[in-house]
């Protein structure tokens, strides 16, 4: 129990604003698709998800909160997504309006997620490996 009061100390650390994009965007937004199962859309995006999921809870514990090596799974889950939520809006196919509106979400939240994960991916592979809000 302790390890996980320390991660909800870390998150509640981190400035407001990112808390806000965490708290309220990012994860309701990649939330979404497993309503959304029976379409293509939903069904990759929730398998994404779930390997960030998967992932990145092991790594805030053992961390003891939101480590900068968090977003290297992002980047892994969050890329291929991408390129895959791309193609499908460009392409000619029938795509439902509902479908077309979850890509279009997830391209535009996950696509702002890949440019601050990107960043922390680099500080962090330099050596910036400091916790929010852990004494040590």
Do not use: K
């Not at 293509?40 to 998967?54: K, Q």
């Amino acid at each position: 129990m302790d390890r996980l009061r320390q991660t909800w100390h870390s998150y509640r650390s981190l400035p407001t604003w990112v808390q806000i994009w965490v708290g309220l965007i990012l994860v309701p937004a990649n939330a979404l698709p497993f309503a959304f199962l029976d379409t293509p859309t939903g069904y990759w995006a929730a398998v994404a998800a779930l390997f960030v999921v998967m992932t990145n809870i092991p790594i805030m514990l053992a961390c003891r909160g939101m480590s900068r090596l968090m977003s290297l799974p992002h980047l892994i889950a969050w890329i291929p997504l991408e390129a895959y939520l791309l193609v499908r809006l460009t392409t000619t196919g029938y795509v439902d309006a509902t479908e077309t509106s979850l890509a279009a979400l997830l391209l535009i939240i996950n696509g702002i997620s890949l440019v601050f994960d990107t960043v922390d991916s680099i500080r962090w592979c330099r050596g910036e490996r400091e916790v929010p809000g852990c004494d040590g």
